[in-house]
């Protein structure tokens, strides 16, 4: 079924962050919540094969030979479906020397002998011998969702023989599939009747001299095949099982392990499927008892500030909002404590009410605690509401626990850690948990999330401290989250009439590369048509083939860009052009769409996407603007200058990731280059090559660099061979020679991957650690994949800790020095600054120093700045 699966649903279209194939897990787990839902099962287990001999492979050497060599993209989904078994409590059997098919006959014939009703899903005929009145077999006919039910009468309609001689049939036709030949000459309906004249094989057999033709002389020469054919088709039903059927009861998925598991496997329509069907099933609470506390509505400013004096613990703060253009303002606040709860509605809040609310929000001594504290300042902002005194964000803080999760939504978070599943004010709760609130109206939804945020803050704080996260939070993420909410608020000036002239000159260059490629083929053709494509390219163009898919050959870029530079076809070089253009107007209408009434964009930064700490940037993303091409730097060309201030200043780290692996591995050389000022890859290059460092040509330099960035994200000699276009030798051979110059590099990246399969988890020079479990897995593919993570997730991490720590700083010293100029971006390493007229050299000395100072290393951190009236001109 999972090899179905896999040629059921494209291998492109199915895949994790990281490479790994999964359509035959998601088609298999899609097919088999298909089953439970339509078939309603008591009980449930699954079958596979294991990669060992079997006892019908030692009898017949050729048994199933001949098959085809199994897809690179098939390897490691068995073992990914079995993980996905484990965590929805399905038990899976596997005995060495014997089938899947024997031990679901095995089973089969357990479940009947015990009276049950026995549903078999099986992709292999030889399941067509298990049927009775109490087996059927569901047999899938097309892809994996046509299953229809074969019964005893569709067997005997279909083949002519009752299901119990269907073995009979199979051993005298043969079967391809297990490449076990049958008698020559004879078919289905010749072995049927013989089967029926008979009364079986052995009948058949006992009568074989009787049955004339030449038919009758094939079958008696073939009398020992035909045997053996028996023997190995014939299921066994008596095996020794490691799983007793009472034992394979269907119960509600590990809900923990689900979200764990589909998150990497980025399975979020599977997940709601799985949950929505096992939704009946009670969630208790562990005997804790949550029940959210009562809430009133304040509007006396009395009563909030004597409520707010007689806190003794910390207190969660919900903040409801309304959109406002493309931003969000708020609309009252949620401030809720283990035993009780207050809102205060700040549209009727008179002066003295927001004047205590206001001075206790803003207050450092009262500790808060948030879920998503960055949104929380940017709504209040309006209203000149300021949030102070956070101890806990919880988004934030389930992120430094799991930092591989797919969300960290509150609800997500609840039912992961305290088993709390919760409704919000019109919605079900669908029998699960409920927190016993009368969802009477949006406060009463925010006292509810107030209150899990509470629950969860206590929940985490052991968690933090296990994992050495606890001062990440409060003393990098906290604080960062603030400095980004003000940057976000801020945005960056856009020149609109530059937005319009690109988005002009990008649509005409769209169109011309379009008009050039149906000039290159005398025809028009939908350039987005993948099956239009193909048949221009490899059809009626009689191109090179390239990659087969299901649907034909890829044309997706990385095949075509090789197509390309194979034959040099024009219309390969328009459609090419015509997809960057593409792409390039498709970014600009994004950040058009992006522009608020102020004519500033406000993207908005993540803290919890990037498992390595990386900051993302989205709605718009500005991280994905191209740096070096022409077309990027026009891009960055549109954001300009505020009227009043007097120009952009961006600084950036030069090299930090190679800065952060001379630190960490301690290779001399490395040290050696850098605090002596030197070129970095011109002073590798001159020790890997047996130059003098002038002598270092720029193709040198570029394999260098290359390499050097390369090898600490397990990069292969393949891999360098590939992408330096040289053979794979001589990239084996750079490789080395480059291990034996940096002996310091090679240990360290040797090291730091044994060590982390000790730990299960790699940790940055801050101590931020990503918990890596398939470093010990058996596949081969999970295994490796973990090492190159973590290779370089230790660099990408400490490398995100540093330039947190310079905005921290960056912002603290604008403050200190009661600067107007104001920070507006962080992309990548960069940070890009707004600079308020007379106060240019105060901000470079300041941006200097402080990212110079973020962070403690063995060599320097050198970091570059410009200036100038928009983003491209500052930029360098």
Known sequence: ????????????????????????????????????????????????????????????????????KTPEEFYG????????????????????????????????????????????VSGDRDAFQLITEKVLVLYPKKGISDIPPMDAAAVEAKYLVPPDRYSDLAALVGETADN?????????????????????????LENVDAIGGKVGESLRAHVEDVKRNRRLNHLLRDMELPVAIEDTVLQSPDREAVEELFDALAFNTLRKRLFDMFGEEEITDDGAGHEVPAHQVVTEAAFLATWLASATAKTAVDVLSRPVGLLREATAVALVRA???????LGSADAALDTVLGTWLASADAPKVVHEYKEAIKALAPRGLVLGGVVDDTSISGYLIQPDRRSYELPDLSQVHLKVTFATAGQESAGQLDLGLDADSGYADAVQHGYVALLLSEHFVPMLAERGAAALLTELELPLAAVLA?????????????????????????????????????????????????????????????????????????????????????????????????????????????????????????????????????????????????????????????????????????????????????????????????DLHRYVGSHVFGVSPQEVTSAMRSKVKAMSYGLAYGL??????????????????????????????RDYLRGVVEQARIDGYTSTIEGRRRYLPDL?????????????????????????????????????????????????????????????????????????????????????????????????????
């Not at 000699?717 to 590099?745: C, H, M, N, P, W």
Request: glycine share 8%; net charge negative.
């Open 716 to 745: 292969t000699s393949f891999g360098l061979s590939k992408q330096l276009e040289i053979s794979v030798d001589e990239a084996r051979t750079l490789i080395k020679d480059y291990f034996d110059r940096f002996g310091g590099v």
């Open 339 to 345: 035993d009780s709860a207050v809102v205060v509605d």
């Open 180 to 204: 076990l030949p049958g008698v020559p000459g004879v078919g289905p309906k010749t072995a049927a009747k013989w089967i029926n004249q008979y009364g079986g094989l052995e009948g058949i």
């Open 486 to 678: 003000e940057m976000e608020l801020t945005g960056i000036d856009v020149s609109e009439e530059r937005l319009a002239t690109l988005l002009a000159d990008f649509t005409a260059m769209m169109d011309a590369a379009q008009t050039a490629a149906f000039a290159a083929i005398g025809h028009e053709v939908n350039l987005g048509s993948p099956k239009q494509l193909q048949e221009v390219l490899f059809e009626e163009l009689q191109l090179p083939k390239t990659k087969k898919i299901k649907t034909g050959y890829t044309t997706d870029a990385a095949s075509l860009k090789a197509l390309l530079e194979k034959t040099g076809h024009e219309f390969l070089a328009q459609l090419m052009a015509h997809r960057e253009a593409t792409k390039l107007k498709q970014m600009v209408e994004t950040l058009k769409k992006s522009v608020a009434a102020d004519g500033r964009i406000h993207t908005t930064y993540a803290q919890n996407v990037a498992a390595t700490g990386r900051l993302s940037s989205n709605n718009p993303n500005l991280q994905n603007i191209p740096i070096r091409s022409e077309e990027g730097r026009r891009v960055r060309d549109i954001f300009v200058v505020s009227d009043g201030y007097e120009c952009l200043f961006a600084a950036d780290y030069s090299q930090i990731e190679m800065r952060i692996m001379a630190h960490l591995s301690g290779d001399a050389g490395l040290i050696q280059a850098y605090a002596e000022g030197e």
């Open 1 to 68: 079924m999972a090899f179905r699966a896999f040629y059921a649903l494209p291998p492109e279209n199915f895949s994790t962050e990281s490479g790994q194939h999964t359509n035959a897990v998601h088609g298999f787990t899609s097919m088999l919540l298909t089953m439970i839902r339509q078939q309603k099962p008591t009980h449930a287990v699954v079958a596979f094969d294991l990669d060992t001999p079997t006892f019908r492979s030692l009898e017949y050497a050729e048994y199933k030979g001949g098959r085809n």
């Open 776 to 876: 010990s897995s058996t596949d081969r593919q999970l295994r490796e994949l973990a090492e190159r993570i973590a290779l370089n997730s230790p660099i990408q991490g400490s490398a995100a800790d540093i330039i947190k720590h310079a905005m921290l700083g960056v912002a603290a010293e604008l403050k200190a020095q009661g600067l107007k100029s104001r920070m507006l971006l962080q992309v990548h390493d960069e940070l890009v600054l707004e600079v308020w007229p007379g106060e240019r050299d105060a901000v470079q000395t300041l941006v200097v120093a402080q990212m110079g100072a973020a962070a403690e290393l063995k060599v320097p951190l050198e970091v570059q700045v410009g200036i100038g009236t928009s983003w491209n001109d500052a930029s360098h």
């Open 77 to 120: 989904q068995i073992d990914l479906i079995i993980k996905v078994m484990a965590a929805m409590r399905i038990p899976t059997i596997s005995v060495d020397g014997f089938e899947a098919d024997d031990i679901i006959a095995t089973l089969a014939a357990q479940g009947e002998a015990a009276g049950w009703d026995v549903l078999v």
